[in-house]
């Protein structure tokens, strides 16, 4: 199931075919069209085409090349239009210095004017924005302050820099990609897509404009949303059914619309491999870490109200040779429940599979032994969070619970080294972007010193 966070099929290019195009969307798997308006007209005809499908939803704006046309009613229009359940956005508005078809004063009044109406509707915006990055931040920021929680809106036809991405991400937008992320010279544009996390992501069509390779130069249409969502799966390193269900959610927590990813899941695939979720606890409480405040990943909800037992989750487990691996997860300490991940591990040993462990090291000081000759032949590779380079920037950005401060540091490398002895396969990993970590040293530190695999996650990506 996919959804296509931006079209235009309410245009002239589909008169023609419009019923036949909504039919190839239904048939490609698009659940939801979010059909853009750009002026009070097309506003309307966006709202009647959600009126007669259930799979299209509509919005309401003045785009920034159509304000020239504002007159004294339409604000008054657009209201109207935004009153009713299906309209679920103020925009298209925004910038758009590039063609410059309205008078850049008219469209820096009428955007702040459309994010006021949005701020008082309540509603979240579709910004357009197209070589006018400094004026564009300048006046969301009037409105959404640094580390706004995630639901302002979208910035959709994403073609700025990381600089922007970044911007829009902290003032709680989610960044929509179109087909230009599947163009052969758009490599910039790919490098800043593979950064956005995915609880913050959607694919577009923009249609009938930028259709993605391989048709590109054709009329796009929402049907050819799976190229963009396949090209941006792929430059992730994930599945599409991942991608899809990531936006499906991020879609419900924008906009209330499809559903809610259910609490208490205990075993879960990204990729090609199974995931375990046995506990939300944890013996650190890392600057980065989201478990506690929004433990989703790739669309799935990690919330526990109970932890499951080893029959449970050897159950969830069903086949593990269907998998590449299987992961017991690093959201929450895996090593906390010591015994039920060893009954699990064994079980899953005897029917062939691999497993994996994603941990903070702090194992051995948790269960008060040298555990790693106990996981011998259980697990085949272990990832340890080595997070930083001296004891004090760890400390900074693991904030290890009371009874695991003091120089736990040294125990999380002296954990790595010894689990060479009895893991195939050992991993260091950092998170980046922390201020008070030398990335470069983690890095020499994991081969040079440690012996290992040296591993970067990026601060905001998971999963
Ligand atoms: S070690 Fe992992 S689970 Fe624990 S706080 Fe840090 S990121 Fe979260
Ligand atoms: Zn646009
Ligand atoms: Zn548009």
């Keep these: 199931m996919i959804i296509d966070s931006h079209a235009h099929i309410d245009t002239e290019p589909f008169d ?15 659940e939801y069209i979010l059909n853009v308006g750009c002026d009070i007209e097309s506003s309307r005809r966006s709202l009647d085409l959600a009126e007669r499908y259930d799979l299209v939803y509509s919005t309401a704006g003045v785009h920034p090349h159509d304000v020239k046309s504002i007159d004294e009613d339409t604000y008054a229009h657009l209201r109207v239009l935004l009153a009713h359940p299906k309209t679920l956005a103020v925009g298209e508005t925004g910038l758009d210095f590039f063609k410059n078809y309205s008078p850049k004063e008219e469209q820096l009044i009428h955007f702040r004017k459309q994010v006021e109406l949005a701020r008082e509707l309540n509603k979240p915006i579709i910004v357009h924005t197209r070589d006018a990055q400094k004026d564009t931040i300048a006046i969301l920021a009037d409105y959404f302050p640094k580390n706004a929680p995630a639901g302002s809106g979208i910035f959709h036809c994403f073609s700025g820099d990381q600089y922007l991405a970044d911007r829009a991400l902290e003032m709680g937008f989610y960044i929509s990609f179109s087909g230009s992320v599947t163009f052969k010279k758009a490599d910039d544009l790919r490098a800043v897509a593979k950064t956005i996390p995915a609880e913050r992501l959607f694919a577009e069509t923009d249609c009938p404009y930028l259709a993605p390779v391989p048709n590109r130069g054709k009329r796009n249409e929402p049907s050819f949303v799976r190229h963009v969502a396949q090209a941006l799966a792929d430059l992730r390193g994930v599945d599409i059914a991942d991608f899809e269900r990531a936006s499906a959610l991020n879609f419900f927590e924008l906009f209330g619309v499809g559903r809610q990813a ?9 990729r090609n491999s199974l995931y375990l979720n ?10 980065f870490c989201t478990r506690l405040t929004k433990p989703v990943v790739q669309g799935y909800n990690l919330k526990l109200d109970r932890e499951p037992t080893a029959q449970e989750l050897w159950e969830a487990i069903d086949d593990p040779k269907k998998y590449d691996q299987v992961v017991f997860c690093g959201f929450g300490e895996p090593t906390l429940r010591l015994d039920t991940l060893k009954e699990v591990a064994a079980k899953i040993k005897s029917a062939g599979g691999q497993v994996r462990l994603n941990t903070n090291g702090h194992g051995n000081i948790i269960n008060k032994r040298n555990i790693l000759p106990e996981l011998k032949g259980l697990i085949d590779e272990v990832s340890v969070s080595l997070n930083a380079d001296t004891s004090e920037a760890y400390d900074a950005v693991t904030q290890p619970l009371p009874g695991f401060r003091n120089g736990i540091y040294d125990k999380v490398k002296e954990f790595i080294v010894e689990a060479k002895k009895y893991i195939p396969k050992v991993q260091a990993s950092i998170v980046t972007h922390q201020k008070e970590v030398d990335e470069e040293q983690c890095h020499d530190l994991a081969e040079n010193t440690l012996g290992v695999q040296y591993r970067m996650r990026r601060y905001n990506i998971v999963g």
Excluded: F, M
């Design 16 to 30: 023609e075919d419009r019923e036949e195009v909504i039919q190839r969307a239904r048939d490609q798997g698009v």
């Design 278 to 287: 046995l506990t939300q606890r944890c013996t650190a409480d890392c600057v």
């Design 262 to 270: 259910k609490t208490g899941t205990i075993a879960y695939q990204i």
